[in-house]
């Protein structure tokens, strides 16, 4: 859910921040929301890799609670920074951070429901993965509400110092998560045709 709170954002009112606390045009709106885009593209393709080297150093429990934790605390510290950007690259390239981090951590997710799931992880990435879409459901008016109370530019400010929250809230959570308890015990499962 935070995650996609978040991502959401890049997808939905990033060009409406950028209009409207730097004045850029339409053409640059489109060239810098493209940005932190491919930056997520990279952040899926290293997350696996990441993911994989924090496993083997320290095991599934704090491989994936570390790499789902550690990517969230870069989400972050991108979103706090953005209302001190001067600019609108500026701005940019914190949210391409976002982008990236935020990927960063997708391998995990979706490695930690495979390890839990067993026969239902198709139950378990499916549960995981609505929440995701509720997130990215309510970014829009989340942040639009946030914006929407206030009648000067520091609404933006408090609309990402609030996701960041969310995300420091989900970074300390996902400390929690413990990729070696299924969430069914192999002996409570059904394994097929027994005689």
């Not at 045009?25 to 393709?45: C, N, R, T, V, Y």
């Not at 934790?69 to 949210?95: K, Q």
């Not at 997710?109 to 495979?114: L, N, S």
Request: charged fraction near 5%; hydrophobic fraction near 50%.
């Amino acid at each position: 859910f935070s995650a996609n709170l978040g991502w959401g954002f890049l997808v939905t009112k990033f060009p409406q921040y950028l209009e409207e606390t730097f004045g850029s045009s339409q053409q640059q709106q489109g060239w810098m929301q493209s940005l932190p885009l491919a930056a997520g593209i990279i952040g899926l393709f290293l997350g696996g890799l990441f993911t994989d080297a924090l496993t083997k150093a320290f095991g599934p429990r704090w491989g994936r609670s570390l790499a789902m934790s550690g990517s969230r605390l870069c989400v972050v510290a991108s979103l706090a920074t953005v209302p001190f950007a001067g600019s609108a690259w500026t701005a940019t390239l914190l949210l391409a951070v976002v982008g990236l981090a935020t990927d960063l951590g997708t391998p995990a997710v979706w490695a930690f429901g495979q390890d839990v799931g067993g026969r239902f992880v198709g139950s378990a990435v499916g549960w995981a993965n609505m929440w995701g879409n509720f997130g990215v459901a309510v970014s829009p008016a989340f942040f639009g509400w946030i914006v929407g109370t206030s009648n000067t530019a520091g609404g933006w400010n408090r609309a990402f110092i609030a996701c960041a929250a969310v995300n420091l809230i989900a970074a300390v959570a996902a400390l929690g998560v413990n990729a070696t308890k299924p969430l069914v015990p192999a002996h409570q499962t059904y394994s097929g045709n027994r005689g």
